[in-house]
């Protein structure tokens, strides 16, 4: 390009720094010097997701400053700034749940619930893979700090929101912002780290989810200072108006497309317009028409495709993706209706409604933990994605038992088995996809994972809410039977009940009262129902998913336009399986 003297820079030979091993990586832990000359070992699967075997011999592999010449400090710092981008971006994922039901109620509106957490989640799936392109042209550092200050301002707008619509915009602009966040630092743990190595750091990060307290604004703030004094992944300056033109305009035009004309015919359907109505169907036709365009677009006309369809070429790939949107659609079921179950039936509080989950969420954490400090010691991954799959639908399917006279400890024990689970699935289907292609392609990898998987979130909040919605009003005779006056009967109806999940327990009747949470322990039953179902989906799909050898040898990746551009000539794509 016009930058003669960093395409001089590329083109001088220097050595390849590769990973220390993973005995030295335990015994160095804190100090991030185990960093060593020489060339990869590893031939197989494993080295192809971690040891960037997209460079050519003679090619900088290293990030300006070696990967081995980083400080102790500048490391550690890397990590907490990569660690708090996560934990606001998991915090506003899991935290609104628990307080929905009274913000819808306090804005006055019942159909808000839905919105409050499907606009958060529906711009979190539409805008992964687009920061990850961005990310590719113009260096990790920038868009991340993009994607900090746009989730500052968003977390400002909802803070001081006033109406239930101003809330609404607030938390697509946060979704859009945590989506970005979320994707990012998973890419950038897989620039910096082999495969061993970070299946251990990605262990750890699953244990963010489970501190989410309401402190986005400072903590944001510190993770952009940080990410812009240390972070320093390797990147050949790409100007403006080159990357611009580099981008597939046509596929983000057709994925957006397709993604929220999907999800917005999904959220409008049964709610603001009839299923059967001009505007649902238009959407939803449409919607998968630009499905076809947009494989069409990734497959035949992309320079650089935002979601390269080499990914869906290998059953291991396809498997993990099944298993993830499976994954994806149940357990934010657990998150975002229990608190609804505690509420309306056990008579829980917002705030002890939160309590409750706990289990859940802390059990999550601490498998994911531990997973990932097995896949490192181990480096196995498929049967750890067999086993959380296994325990995904046994925890789920003892939700379905769930009924007016369950005891809280007989409701937190089962979560803890659902937890675990869930918490299993979050970080090894990534580390089994990211063995499966070379270097250069694991940040479009990340990001199509992390779409598939918020994709299953999204449409699983809105068939979720669906379910609920019918059984409520195929409970309709029921309540009439049982008594309870018009005004009380009209506040439990389908589009209603959400936002008046403490009247139960407020009803003077006793016979009302048991009717009531008979009604909303019913519907989430068969919300229950269907998501185990899904939860053995994905044990199935998971029997798909084969071994793999993780490497402990890894080159650092390279951003820019020219480096894409030699990727796009050198014809590379995902790796060789090794025997």
């Not at 395409?7 to 010097?33: H, L, N, Q, W």
């Not at 619930?113 to 392109?133: C, E, F, H, Q």
């Not at 946060?174 to 750091?201: K, N």
Request: aromatic share 12%; charged share 15%.
């Amino acid at each position: 390009m016009e930058h003669q003297g960093v395409v001089d820079e590329i083109r001088r030979p220097v050595p390849v720094y590769t990973c220390m091993d993973s005995a030295s990586f335990r015994k160095e832990t804190g100090s991030f010097r185990g960093l060593s000359r020489g060339g990869s070992r590893d031939g197989g699967i494993g080295s192809r997701g971690g040891d960037g075997q997209g460079l050519e011999d003679g090619e900088e592999a290293g990030a300006g400053i070696a990967a081995g010449k980083r400080s102790r400090l500048r490391m550690g710092a890397i990590i907490v700034a990569l660690f708090l981008s996560l934990f606001v971006s998991a915090l506003d994922a899991t935290i609104v749940a628990t307080a929905a039901p009274t913000i819808s109620r306090d804005l006055s509106s019942a159909a808000g619930y839905t919105w409050i957490g499907g606009a958060y989640l529906l711009a979190n799936a539409a805008s992964g893979p687009i920061w990850a392109k961005f990310s590719d042209i113009w260096g990790r550092k920038p868009i991340m700090l993009c994607a900090l200050l746009l989730f500052f301002i968003s977390s400002a707008v909802c803070a001081t929101a006033k109406t239930m619509q101003e809330l609404i915009i607030g938390r697509a602009f946060q979704g859009t912002a945590g989506g970005g966040l979320i994707l990012l630092v998973h890419v950038c743990i897989s620039d910096l780290f082999s495969l061993r190595q970070r299946s251990l750091l990605m262990g750890f990060m699953e244990g963010i989810w489970a501190l989410a307290v309401y402190i986005n604004l400072p903590i944001s703030g510190i993770a952009a200072l940080l990410i812009l004094l240390f972070l320093d992944i390797k990147h050949e300056h790409t100007s403006f108006v080159d990357g611009m033109k580099a981008l597939d305009w046509f596929g983000i035009f057709t994925f957006l497309g397709f993604t929220l004309m999907i999800l917005f015919g999904l959220d409008f359907g049964g709610v603001l317009f009839p299923w059967d109505s001009a505007k649902v169907i238009a959407l939803l036709v449409v919607g998968f028409v630009m499905i076809f365009a947009f494989i069409y677009s990734e497959a035949k006309l992309a320079k650089y495709p935002l979601m390269p369809m080499s990914l869906f070429k290998r059953r291991t790939n396809v498997a993990a993706f099944s298993v993830v949107f499976f994954h994806g659609f149940v357990f934010i079921s657990g998150e975002y209706y229990m608190p609804l179950y505690f509420q309306a039936v056990l008579e829980a509080s917002p705030l002890r409604s939160g309590l409750l989950l706990l289990p859940f969420i802390v059990t999550g954490a601490i498998a994911g933990v531990f997973c990932g400090v097995i896949m490192h010691k181990t480096g196995k991954f498929r049967e750890i994605i067999w086993v959380g799959a296994l325990l995904l639908t046994i925890g789920f399917g003892l939700f379905i038992t769930f009924d007016a006279y369950t005891s809280t400890v007989k409701a937190v024990c089962f979560l803890m088995v659902g937890g675990l689970g869930s918490g299993i699935l979050f970080e090894a289907p990534l580390i089994a996809i990211q063995s499966q292609v070379e270097q250069h392609n694991v940040a479009s990898a990340t990001a199509t994972l992390s779409f598939i998987r918020n994709i299953g979130v999204s449409i699983s909040t809105i068939v979720g809410g669906t379910i609920f919605q019918n059984s409520m009003n195929g409970r309709a005779a029921f309540l009439r039977e049982a008594g309870l006056p018009k005004n009380i009967f009209d506040q439990l109806d389908g589009d209603s009940a959400m936002a008046n999940v403490m009247l139960p327990g407020m009803l003077k009747e006793r016979a009302w009262e048991i009717a009531a949470k008979q009604a909303f322990a019913y519907a989430m039953r068969n919300m229950w129902i269907t998501y185990t179902v899904f939860a053995f989906l994905a044990f199935m799909a998971s029997l798909f998913v084969q071994a793999a050898h993780l490497g402990t040898e890894h080159t650092e990746t390279v951003t820019g336009l020219r480096k894409k551009e030699e990727e796009v000539v050198a014809g590379s794509g995902t790796a060789t399986p090794s025997s």
